[in-house]
């Protein structure tokens, strides 16, 4: 891996203007007021914009080129769910969930069935969901670092979440809408740009890629000698008669092996495997082989029909429940905002997911290697210098990596301010001191995860998390504002039960990874069962027990869904921390809402 | 917008914006109502935008007192009136809803069952792929806005019907 200084100084470049961004406005950041809320005078285009790029994480920006690389045409639903969370987080729970004034979720679990109980177990729920959001950021930035230097992936890991705790913990919410507003748009020049020019280029060329035409019948060939080094250990099913070189680790002399149609081989990490030209690449896992399978949707038969489904189910449902999530929405000033800015969100977000997909697809033609070595997260890594060499290839990569660092930052700063907030409201007394000692302290559990769990597709690993929140949060947000008969029983018991099917599925999905891959293919996508279960054990419980009923329920009703020159919204951080005439000062006509 | 500082004598204070070279026409003392002094055609003085009213002031206007209460002490008739406002918007999001859902619904379905219909070309591009990822995040948009407006007119509705 040869050291290339353009990528390092985009690194750096981002690295830097992120400090310097978040420390320029932190010095504004005074009050736990602008720690927590950013004073919730953000106007809504650039909260929007602060918004997507909190969301466009590493799974979104690398995450989803490597699923399409490897699954075709189905791999597009993640683009799509991840946009369309958004649209049913508009629908259902924007302005209800504004105009209640609850900062957190535990918050809004408390002021609509006032139950303290629920609220811890919210609060358990939204420290482990992001916590699993958190690990796959954190080892994406590793990933992506080994890419470009020969450093072992621990560096990038850490040198990811320093950076984020040092601006969490001085600047808090104020410091981070601007950083993250920045942010989304960095995100979007480093993957168009680039996809532009890939695009042109490839059109130029007249001809499809090295690897062969995506519409051939063929699986992708290597169109030259290929040295692949497996990173990872791999096991693959050989689909034609292979004749390839392989240095075993701890060999010197390379010796020639022949690999007949229909056997399986694993290569341990550390094996070099040389392919002579024209030979099609194995693939490792379930990655679809040939191309016009890759090409067509729904190709694997009724397994991947309910697995996409599955995947519409945690995602349309998911985004309403992540942690990030709601606490930006505080920041918005009333319920009209937070859903004038969801719109602005749904435009931000589609622009950005065109692009994913013409990288995903044209890293098939040209890096197929990733296919056999596993890292199809460093397709949009590696497609530059694959497509345009010499220094051209090299600047268009720093671009990109620029922005897979951005990506990395901003969604785990934004995680680590929501479960910082939480953590600190909830067992402190919410001040600045214990924010940032909360910020310190939930950032460790990630870490250590991110340095010892084994990296998995990203895209993979969020999708849990998505499961997770749609199978615990979205009932309960979802029947909480819209239906009067919920009791804290119902909730808690939806909640335990929808989380334990998906954390059940999760610890049966891994044993399964780790011993020979038996598990069913619902174990890693397992929402279309646990979200009707849970909204189903919720209701059934809810009409159980009518005693559990909060006797305000009108009275939390009339306050969601008022409109909001009626003036019934009341802030939670307003009442505890008694701010209101300077809200009042700050309000008046300098922000725009 | 702060008050234009003004002299003891009612005369505005030049605008700060126009440099420090620049001097005042001479303001002969004129009796209440102060007159506006033209300013020197060379340098006219920064364009202000002047708003005679601001919509939203007028309409933040509080509604009846009376409507308020109601709704506050949950009387049957202010219960009534925001049950049948949940009503109309969970109409709204479902409906919007729902119809997203279906469009989008309904793909993974048809590529299934209907083979052919996966393997269309649109100038050499599958329909497949142009239609999963091209355009559900315009038709994504266009519910969004078209929520936004639908939600906000159900408000407006709302609270028109309380004042009146």
New interface residues.
């Given amino acids: 891996m040869q050291l290339n200084p353009w990528a390092l100084s985009g690194i750096a470049t981002v690295a830097v203007l992120t400090f310097y961004l978040g420390h320029r406005s932190s010095r504004f950041a005074n009050t736990t007021h602008d720690f927590l809320v950013a004073r919730r005078t953000v106007r809504s285009r650039r909260n929007a914009a602060a918004i997507s790029g909190e969301y466009l994480s590493a799974a979104s920006f690398l995450g989803i080129a490597g699923i399409i690389l490897k699954d075709g045409?189905d791999g597009?639903?993640f683009?799509?769910g991840f946009?369309?969370g958004?649209?049913?987080l508009?629908?259902?729970v924007a302005?209800p969930l504004r105009r209640s004034g609850a900062y957190t979720l535990p918050d809004f679990l408390e002021a609509r069935l006032g139950s303290v109980v629920l609220r811890r177990c919210g609060t358990f729920f939204v420290v482990f969901i992001g916590t699993l959001y958190l690990v796959p950021q954190l080892q994406g930035a590793g990933l992506a670092l080994t890419t470009v230097l020969d450093v072992p992936s621990w560096v990038g890991v850490v040198a990811v979440f320093v950076l984020v705790v040092a601006n969490v913990m001085a600047g808090g919410m104020r410091a981070i809408t601007v950083v993250q507003a920045f942010q989304y748009w960095l995100k979007l020049f480093a993957i168009a740009v680039p996809a532009f020019v890939l695009c042109a280029v490839f059109l130029a060329g007249g001809k499809p890629g090295p690897a062969g035409s995506l519409g051939s019948p063929a699986p992708p060939v290597f169109a030259s000698e290929t040295t692949v080094d497996i990173r990872t250990d791999v096991a693959f099913e050989v689909h034609t008669l292979t004749q390839v070189v392989v240095r075993h680790p701890g060999e010197t002399v390379p010796h020639e092996e022949v690999w007949v149609q229909g056997s399986t081989r694993e290569l341990p990490s550390g094996t070099s495997v040389r392919f002579p030209s024209g030979t099609p690449v194995p693939t490792v896992g379930e990655a679809k082989v040939d191309n016009t399978e890759w090409?067509?949707?729904?190709?694997g038969g009724?397994e991947?029909?309910l697995r996409?489904?599955s995947l519409?189910f945690a995602t349309?449902l998911g985004t309403m429940g992540l942690p990030h999530v709601l606490v930006r929405f505080y920041t918005n000033p009333d319920g009209?905002a937070a859903?004038?800015t969801?719109?602005h969100v749904?435009?931000l977000?589609?622009?950005f997911?065109?692009f994913p997909?013409i990288l995903g697809?044209l890293s098939r033609m040209y890096v197929p290697e990733l296919l056999l070595t596993g890292q199809t997260d460093a397709a949009v890594l590696r497609l530059p210098s694959a497509m345009v060499p010499g220094v051209a290839g090299q600047v268009i990569g720093a671009v990109v990596l620029a922005g897979a660092f951005a990506a990395f930052l901003s969604t785990s700063s934004g995680l680590l301010v929501s479960l910082a907030g939480v953590v600190s409201t909830d067992l402190s007394k919410g001040r600045v001191p214990d924010f940032r000692i909360a910020a310190g302290l939930v950032g460790v559990a990630p870490l250590a995860l991110a340095l010892f769990l084994r990296p998995n597709d990203l895209s993979l690993s969020v999708g849990m998390s998505f499961a997770l929140a749609a199978s615990t949060f979205s009932p309960v947000l979802l029947l909480g504002v819209?239906w009067r008969r919920l009791t804290w029983p119902g909730a808690m018991t939806g909640m335990i039960v929808g989380g334990g099917l998906v954390l059940a599925a999760l610890v049966i999905d891994v044993v399964g990874r780790f011993t020979g891959g038996w598990a069913p293919w619902f174990t890693d996508q397992p929402a279309l069962f646990t979200v009707p279960a849970a909204f189903l054990v919720t209701i059934l419980v809810s009409l159980a027990t009518p005693n559990g009923r909060p006797a305000d329920v009108?009275?939390v009703?009339?306050r969601l869904?008022?409109?909001?020159?009626?003036?019934?919204m009341r802030d939670r951080a307003v009442a505890r921390f008694g701010q209101v005439e300077e809200r009042a000062r700050l309000g008046r006509?300098r922000h725009r809402k | 917008?702060t008050d234009t500082p003004r002299r003891a004598d009612g005369v505005r204070e030049p605008d700060p914006t126009l440099g420090k070279n620049y001097q005042p026409a001479a303001v002969e003392p004129v009796p209440a109502p102060p007159v506006e002094q033209p300013s020197e055609p060379a340098k006219p003085p920064k364009r202000q935008r002047v708003v005679l009213a601001d919509p939203r002031s007028s309409?933040?206007t509080?509604?009846t007192l009376r409507a308020?209460l109601e709704?506050?002490q949950?009387t049957s008739w202010?219960?009534l009136l925001?049950r049948d406002?949940?009503k109309h918007?969970?109409r709204t999001?479902?409906g919007?809803?729902v119809l997203?859902?279906l469009v989008?619904?309904v793909?993974?379905?048809a590529?299934?069952v209907w083979?052919g219909f996966?393997?269309l070309r649109v100038v050499g591009v599958?329909l497949?792929?142009l239609l999963?990822?091209?355009l559900?995040?315009?038709l994504?948009?266009l519910?969004?806005?078209a929520?936004?407006r639908l939600?906000?007119r159900n408000?407006?509705d709302?609270?028109d019907m309380?004042e009146s």
């Fill in positions: 045409a597009l639903w683009p799509i946009t369309a958004y649209l049913a508009m629908l259902f302005a090409l067509r949707p729904g190709s009724l991947d029909l996409t489904y519409i349309f009209r859903r004038r969801t719109v749904l435009l977000l589609g622009l997911y065109l997909t697809a819209w009108n009275a009703m009339l869904h008022a409109p909001d020159r009626l003036g019934f006509g | 917008m309409r933040r509080t509604p308020r709704l506050e949950q202010g219960e925001i406002l949940v918007q969970l999001a479902l919007l809803g997203v859902l989008l619904g793909l993974p379905l590529f299934y083979p996966a393997d599958p497949a792929w999963l990822g091209l559900p995040f315009p994504l948009l519910a969004g806005l929520h936004n939600a906000e408000e407006r709302f609270v309380i």
